[in-house]
């Protein structure tokens, strides 16, 4: 890197020539619009706007029928001569119904919608203000195509199109948020994330390997979090927010508070928000299986089954969370534009509900105790960013990042002194430069190069509770470091205006140490190192067509991979009563070939339908299966014989689904929109036996009425999903009965369910605002799919914001 600064920072001295520019905003908020599309068909000439809303038209002089387009807008063709006599200010307005939104972040670089060859969803800050989250789990599942499972009331793992957890991957701010230890069982971190400081949310359905690398198999989740703005003018700006909220359902006290500071070149936010929930309350009508009619509690050094007062109350199942965020932007020219951004969040412990409902043959509970310890999440992000027309790019990103994770489980059985502590801890940098260029009029140029280290540490501590006396115990993973070096470029090429073509490729060396010496004690592993060193490739390409703009179609295939990480070569933990999963340190890794087409349709002024089509193999699937641990298929495991487990790849996993959504712009102010989303997935093992992916959810999906009118916006709508029979189950899920209900032949089974819901949202003023809803007004008890905790019977929220 340091031999390229020297030229990079002389390309940078570089001068453009004349040229006459063009800004084009939104007719109704003056907001500039990025990627307009600028073009003449007789000479084929060709432009788009930047980030500013700005674009070079010297070559359109003394043009007529210039057209001037962007989805989600009305276009508009001009004269040159109209244009110089509007002082080329072009305001575009916007159109009564859209195919796509118009700008996602789904990559390193902010893109058109009409130029990403996937389908993306965008969650906007008006609609989490309107729906009102608690989490930024509950904040992906208002997108209507996330499936949001749960453990427990603390929690939240998302699932898209039959992948979860470590085939799925975060960014906040464009930095990677997964880690070597994320799991292929359900994961937590995305409560860490605060929605109140999150500006919008864009989902990019399908790999993304070629920006993000590793994991990005099923979906990337990019969260763009508050963003220090400049003052327009020589006068310091100062605006902010304050809210408080309240539910019912689990008696949450919310309270958050925003300020945001900008001069001409300085500017800054800063963010905090505390959250408190207490045990969860569910429906009233539902499966009896559901209930909780008694819980653990300790009693003159005794483990008592004591009944609960109110059977629909989940104790243990309340926690509390506090996040933190500043920001700090310096923009000394136009060129040059520096931010840091710090994040924190910290929760207090939370109870995995799940475990607490598992029992032995002989009626009594398994667990006395079993929580998530404080899960803590701390980044710094420094951003540097150049824009400037040079040989080797236009646009210039470096980003370096450090992330610190703690996690922690503890847990106890019934009646047992023995109280067992396992410590993680994670250490994850990055460095990213990420360049654009514009090549020509009509085709675009991303590159740029990634390295991630992770280090992880884990510690094992067993203590008795009665005697107070602590050892060393075994720990969950091994002392590893685990980095991944990449190196990729996409190309965007116009082979007309209504059509492009977009290709990548990407390579990427990954590479992982393990020391097993802390376990080597309390385990019999055939084993004390491990290490992989392996590259891996992968490549895109799509076409995107949108003869009108009324019309819209992509088509697109590409590969994504997940090399192994430190959880899936060394983790020890009981996955389910009687079994527990030991190393495999010889996986390879997992590969995905992924096809989509996608078709979207405006109808006449008032009706869009949008399709979406995919089917994706896994190749190598890292999964569960029985395995030997030095010849013995059981070992005992917390005093217990368990059957033994690993990780192992698999002969394939292959998913196919169906996204649709339905948008009817009605008379005097009503929208319908309904969004449907059908996957199936299935494993085959080398013997040939085929059994149902574990994180392919029923069919499920949403339907809204939406009311807007001046201050006012109303919402009724519906949330659903599919029922899953015992013989659909995957077999895992078959070995956790306690989560579901029985059938009439005393199976378990997932039930459909559906909620009927009511938000509003109302601006008292300029500022103040109010907000309320009743959620699950049927008072309907049910379970998601796969979840330990039953979600919320009937809740009322209500939100008061003040705006300054």
Do not use: C
């Not at 295939?557 to 899936?568: E, K, L």
């Not at 495999?584 to 109808?603: I, S, W």
């Amino acid at each position: 890197m340091k031999k390229f600064l020297p030229l990079i920072f002389l390309i940078l001295l570089h001068v453009n020539g004349f040229s006459q520019v063009l800004f084009v905003s939104d007719q109704e908020t003056g907001q500039p619009l990025a990627f307009v599309s600028i073009s003449h068909l007789t000479s084929k000439r060709f432009s788009t706007t930047d980030q500013a809303g700005k674009a070079d038209i010297s070559s359109f002089r003394g043009l007529d029928q210039i057209e001037i387009r962007l989805f989600g807008y009305k276009a508009q063709k001009l004269n040159y001569t109209d244009l110089e006599q509007q002082k080329f200010l072009v305001h575009l307005l916007p159109s009564q119904i859209t195919l796509q939104q118009a700008i996602v972040s789904a990559s390193s670089w902010s893109q058109s919608r009409q130029e990403i060859p996937a389908r993306v969803t965008r969650i906007s800050k008006e609609e989490t203000a309107l729906r009102n989250p608690q989490t930024a789990a509950d904040l992906l599942g208002i997108s209507g195509d996330v499936f949001i499972q749960k453990s427990q009331q603390g929690g939240g793992s998302p699932m898209i199109r039959g992948f979860s957890t470590n085939r799925l991957l975060y960014t906040i701010d464009g930095v990677r948020m997964n880690t070597a230890i994320f799991r292929i069982g359900n994961i937590q971190n995305v409560i860490s994330l605060d929605p109140f400081a999150t500006e919008s949310t864009d989902i990019y359905f399908g790999p993304g390997a070629i920006i993000y690398g590793s994991d990005a198999i099923g979906a990337v989740m990019s969260f763009q979090t508050l963003t220090p703005r400049l003052s327009d003018t020589n006068m310091l700006k100062v605006s902010g927010s304050a809210v408080l909220r309240a539910s019912s359902a689990n008696q949450e006290k919310t309270g958050h508070v925003d300020v945001a500071l900008g001069g001409e070149k300085w500017a800054s936010v800063t963010s905090f928000s505390s959250n408190n929930f207490g045990d969860l309350k569910m429906g009233k009508h539902g499966p009896e299986e559901y209930l909780r009619p008694n819980f653990v509690q300790r009693i003159e050094n005794r483990d008592e089954i004591v009944p609960n007062k109110n059977p629909r109350i989940q104790n243990p199942s309340g926690y509390s969370q506090v996040n933190l965020m500043q920001k700090i932007r310096f923009k000394p020219n136009e060129a040059w534009d520096f931010r840091y951004g710090f994040h924190y969040s910290e929760s207090s412990s939370y109870s995995r509900y799940d475990r607490h409902i598992r029992f032995r043959a002989n009626g009594l509970p398994r667990s006395a105790e079993w929580s998530y310890g404080p899960q803590t999440w701390m980044m710094h992000h420094l951003q540097a960013a150049y824009e400037g027309e040079t040989k080797l790019f236009d646009q210039l990103t470096i980003r370096l990042a450090r992330q610190d994770f703690e996690e922690s489980r503890i847990d106890r059985n019934f009646n047992d002194p023995i109280r067992r502590t396992r410590l993680e801890e994670v250490v994850a940098l990055s460095a990213n430069i990420d360049f654009f260029k514009n090549v020509g009029e009509r085709a675009k140029l991303y590159y740029g190069f990634e390295s991630i280290r992770n280090a992880v540490d884990s510690r094992g501590t067993d203590e008795n509770i009665d005697m107070g006396t602590k050892v060393t115990g075994p720990a969950r993973y091994p002392i590893s470091d685990w980095s991944s070096h990449a190196a990729y470029a996409t190309y965007q090429q116009k082979i007309s205006k209504n059509s492009l073509i977009q290709g990548g490729l990407r390579y990427n060396q990954f590479i992982l140490n393990a020391d097993f010496s802390n376990n080597m004690p309390f385990y019999p592993l055939p084993f004390e190192t491990a290490a992989i060193n392996k590259g891996a490739v992968t490549a895109s390409m799509g076409w995107v067509f949108n003869p009108t703009d009324k019309w819209m179609m992509h088509v697109n295939a590409s590969t994504g991979f997940r090399s192994p990480n430190v959880d899936d070569i060394g983790k020890i933990f009981d996955s389910e009563p009687g079994t527990v999963l030991v190393p495999n340190p010889n996986l390879d890794a997992e590969y995905a070939y992924n096809a989509e087409l996608n078709v979207g349709k405006v109808f006449g002024e008032n009706v869009m339908l949008d399709l979406t089509a995919y089917y994706t193999l896994l190749d190598n699937a890292i999964v569960r299966r029985d395995f030997l641990l030095n010849g013995q298929d059981s070992i005992l495991y917390d005093g217990e014989l368990s059957r033994v487990f690993a990780l192992q790849n698999a002969a394939f996993a292959r998913i196919y689904g169906l996204q649709a959504a339905l948008e009817i712009k009605l008379p005097r102010g009503f929208t319908f929109i309904t969004r449907l989303n059908y996957q199936k997935g299935t494993e085959e093992t080398d013997d040939g036996i085929q059994n149902p992916s574990r994180h392919a959810p029923p069919l499920f999906g949403s339907a809204r009425m939406e009311y807007k009118r001046k201050k006012l916006r109303l919402e009724g709508y519906t949330e659903f999903s599919g029922k899953m029979d015992f013989n659909q189950l995957p077999l895992e899920e078959k070995g956790k009965p306690e989560i579901y209900a029985i059938d009439e032949n005393g199976r378990p089974y997932s039930p459909s369910w559906l909620t009927l819901n009511l938000k509003a949202f109302y601006q008292l003023s300029d500022l103040f605002s109010i907000s309320g809803g009743l959620e699950n007004i049927a008072d309907v008890r049910y379970r998601t799919y796969s979840s330990g905790i039953v979600a919320p019977g009937r809740n009322f929220i209500l939100s008061l914001r003040a705006n300054f």
